[in-house]
C-alpha cells in the first residue's frame, strides 16, 4: 500500500526520505526504477522533485557527481539493487576519486535474507561493497531514521574533502509508517554541512615567505580550485602576484585561458623550470608526474628542477603524498586565498620579470605554432582542423558548457579549446574514465540550463551513447559531436596476426552516430569539412535542439593513448 490510502496523520520511509532531501534544498533525482525504488521515482516527481530518468545507473551517477560538482550540493543518485547498485558503485567511486560530493541512494533486499544467504530478489551485501569504495557508508533501517541518514550522508559528501556516499535503504523501510507529526520533527535540515576552514596564521606567514623568495613562481590551479566557487580572490592572487599560472584542466576557465598570466602554452617550459610551486586545489597525481618531474606532456621526459611546493588544500594528509611540502597551507581554498591576499599587503612586488617574460617569449612562440597549424585545412579534415571550429564556436558562447572525453579527442580539445568562465569543463578528471559524457552533458544542462557541448571520441561515445534517448526526452539543449577517427587512437589499426577479425581498436567503418540521435527525434547531421560542423553546431546551439554531429576525422590522425603514450607498458623486447 502506498501513502495515496493512508490516512493523512501517517506518513511513511517514502514520503520521509522525500521531505528530507527536500528539507535540505536537494529537489533533483538522478534515476533508473524498479524494485523496490519505483514508486519513491513518482512520489518525488508528484512532490515536485524534478526526476531524471537514465538508461543506465552508471550515467545517472554520473550525473549526481557533476551535479555536485557544480552546485556544491550532493548530487543524488538512485537505483535498484544488487545490480542497479553496482553500475551506479563506479560513478560513485569516481566522483570520489575526483573530490565530487554525491550520494548514492540504493534500494536493497531484506537483511534477514541477505545476511542468512537464502537467496532474495536482487541479493547482496551493498553496504560492505560500497563502504571501501567511497568516503562514507550508512543503512536506515527505520524510518524515523532517514533524517538522521540523511544529514549524516550530506555532510559526509560536502565537509572537508567532498566525496561519495553511499545510504543503503531496504526494501522494508520505504512501506513503514510513522505518525506525520513525529516524522517531520525527526528530520534535520543541516547547519553549514562544509565548514569554513581557516588556515593557521603561521602556515599563511610561511607560505608568503617561501613565495616571495621564488625567482621562478608558478601557481597551479586544479578542480578543486574550480570546486570551491571563490572565482574573483583567486583571480585577485593570481594578478595582485604576477605569477604565471597554468590551469588543471577542469580549473580551465577560472581565469579566460586567454589571461596574459596563462601559462598553458608554456607547460612543459614551466613544470620543469619553476623553482616554487603553488598547488591551488590540485594534486601532486600521475597529472603532475607526481611532483617528480618527467612530464608526460611537451616534447619527451625531462627531469623536474629542485622545487619547494606551497600546497593549499583541505585535507591535511595530502601533502608529503608524493613529494615534500615544505608549506603546506590547510583550510578551505576561499579562506586560504583571502588570508594570502591579506597577508601580501599593498606593496607585494610581483613575480620577476626575466621569468615572466621568458614563460611569455616561450608561450607566444607555441601560440604562433598552433595558429599556423589551426589555420590549415586539409582534406580529410583532422582533430585541429575540427577543434578550431569548436573553438570559435565556444569563444562565441563562452555560457556554454563543454563535456570532454576520448583520448585525442581529449587532449587535443583540453589544449585548443580556450574556455572563458569558471567550472564550464567537465571531464574525464583523475582517472581518465570513458563513461562520463552523456552522463555529464545531462547534469551540466540540467544543472546550469545553458547550452551544452560535448566533444566526444567515437569510443568514449560508445560507453554512454544510449543515454542520447534520454537528452531527447528531455529535450536538453545537448549538441554532441563526436570526433570519428574509426576507433579507438586510430581507425588504421590491423588484425597482427592475420585474420578475418579487424584490430581490437578498430571499429566499423564509416558508422553514422548521428543517426542515433535521429532515431529519438532529435538532430542528426553527417558533416567531412570544417564549414559544415561550423554551421551544424551554430544551429545546434541557437536552436537548443538535441543535436548529435557525425564529424569524420582523418582515420590515421591519432596517436596511440594520445598524449600519455608513456603510461603503455613496453615489453622487454622494444625496450632494449
Ligand atoms: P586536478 O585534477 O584538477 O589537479 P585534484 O582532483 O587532483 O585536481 O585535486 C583537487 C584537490 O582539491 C583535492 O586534494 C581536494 O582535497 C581539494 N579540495 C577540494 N575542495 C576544496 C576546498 N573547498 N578547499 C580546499 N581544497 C579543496
Ligand atoms: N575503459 C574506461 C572505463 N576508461 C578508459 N580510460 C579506457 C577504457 C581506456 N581508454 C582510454 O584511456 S581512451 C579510450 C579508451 C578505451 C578511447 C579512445 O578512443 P576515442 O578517442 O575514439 O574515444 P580518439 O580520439 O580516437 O583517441
Ligand atoms: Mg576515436
Known amino acids: 500500500m502506498t501513502n495515496d490510502t493512508q490516512s493523512p496523520v501517517q506518513t511513511d520511509g517514502f514520503h520521509l526520505l522525500i521531505d528530507a532531501l527536500k528539507l535540505n534544498d536537494i529537489n533533483t533525482i538522478f534515476a533508473l526504477p524498479g524494485i ?34 557544480l552546485t556544491q550540493k550532493p548530487g543524488i543518485c538512485l537505483t535498484v539493487s544488487a545490480p542497479g547498485f553496482l553500475n551506479g558503485l563506479t560513478a560513485l567511486t569516481n566522483a570520489t576519486t575526483n573530490c565530487f560530493p554525491m550520494i548514492l541512494i540504493s534500494g536493497s533486499s531484506e537483511r534477514e535474507i541477505v545476511d542468512l544467504q537464502q537467496g532474495d530478489y536482487e541479493e547482496m551485501d551493498q553496504l560492505a561493497i560500497a563502504k571501501p569504495l567511497c568516503k562514507a557508508a550508512f543503512r536506515v533501517l527505520n524510518a524515523e531514521d532517514i533524517g538522521v541518514g540523511i544529514a549524516r550522508a550530506i555532510r559526509s559528501a560536502l565537509s572537508g574533502r567532498p566525496g561519495g556516499v553511499y545510504l543503503d535503504l531496504p526494501a522494508k523501510f520505504f512501506a513503514q509508517t510513522m505518525d506525520a507529526e513525529a516524522g517531520k520533527k525527526s528530520l534535520i535540515k543541516v547547519v553549514d554541512p562544509a565548514p569554513r576552514q581557516i588556515p593557521a596564521p603561521d602556515s599563511v606567514q610561511r607560505a608568503l615567505t617561501l613565495l616571495k623568495g621564488a625567482k621562478r613562481p608558478l601557481i597551479i590551479l586544479g578542480k578543486g580550485a574550480a570546486y570551491a566557487q571563490a ?4 583571480r585577485a592572487l593570481v594578478e595582485k602576484s604576477g605569477i604565471p599560472y597554468l590551469p588543471m584542466s577542469m580549473a580551465k576557465g577560472l581565469l579566460p585561458d586567454t589571461h596574459e598570466q596563462s601559462a598553458s602554452a608554456a607547460r612543459s617550459y614551466v613544470l620543469p623550470e619553476a623553482d616554487v610551486v603553488m598547488l591551488v586545489g590540485a594534486r601532486l597525481n600521475w597529472l603532475l608526474s607526481q611532483g617528480k618531474g618527467k612530464t608526460w606532456g611537451g616534447n619527451g621526459p625531462k627531469d623536474w628542477a629542485d622545487k619547494s611546493f606551497i600546497q593549499i588544500d583541505i585535507s591535511p594528509t595530502e601533502a608529503d603524498s608524493n613529494v615534500a611540502i615544505a608549506a603546506p597551507l590547510i583550510g578551505d581554498i576561499g579562506s586560504c586565498v583571502s588570508a ?16 615572466t617574460s621568458a614563460v611569455a617569449e616561450r608561450k607566444n612562440k607555441n601560440i604562433a605554432k598552433m595558429a599556423e597549424t589551426l589555420a590549415k585545412d586539409p582534406s580529410p579534415m583532422n582533430y585541429h582542423s575540427a577543434l578550431a571550429v569548436v573553438r570559435d564556436i565556444v569563444k562565441a558562447n563562452p555560457e556554454a558548457m563543454l563535456v570532454n572525453e576520448g583520448a585525442n579527442a581529449l587532449d587535443f580539445t583540453r589544449s585548443i579549446v580556450d574556455m572563458y568562465q569558471p567550472r564550464k569543463r567537465l571531464d574525464v578528471g583523475t582517472w581518465g574514465i570513458m563513461g562520463i559524457g552523456m552522463g555529464f552533458s545531462v547534469a551540466a544542462a540540467v544543472v546550469t540550463g545553458k547550452p551544452v557541448i560535448a566533444i566526444e571520441g567515437d569510443s568514449a561515445f560508445g560507453f554512454s551513447g544510449m543515454e542520447v534517448e534520454t537528452i531527447c526526452r528531455y529535450n536538453l539543449p545537448v549538441c554532441v559531436v563526436i570526433l570519428n577517427n574509426n576507433g579507438i587512437y586510430k581507425g588504421t589499426d590491423v588484425n597482427r596476426g592475420g585474420g578475418a577479425d579487424v584490430a581490437p581498436t578498430v571499429f566499423v567503418k564509416g558508422a553514422r552516430y548521428d543517426k542515433m540521435m535521429e532515431a529519438f527525434g532529435g538532430v542528426g547531421v553527417h558533416v567531412t569539412t570544417p564549414q559544415e560542423l561550423s554551421a551544424a553546431m551554430k544551429e545546434a546551439i541557437a536552436s537548443g535542439k538535441p543535436t548529435l554531429i557525425n564529424a569524420v576525422i582523418d582515420e590515421t590522425a591519432g596517436t596511440e593513448s594520445g598524449r600519455i603514450t608513456s603510461l603503455n607498458p613496453k615489453t622487454a623486447a622494444i625496450k632494449k
Open 36 to 69: 523496490p525504488i519505483t514508486d519513491l521515482t513518482r512520489m518525488a516527481q508528484g512532490e515536485g522533485m524534478r526526476v531524471i530518468s537514465f538508461r543506465h545507473e552508471q550515467h545517472a551517477g554520473n550525473a549526481a557527481a557533476a551535479a555536485g560538482f
Open 231 to 234: 572565482d574573483a580572490d583567486i
Open 340 to 355: 594570502l591576499l591579506a597577508g601580501m599587503g599593498s606593496s607585494w612586488a610581483k613575480a620577476p620579470a626575466e621569468w
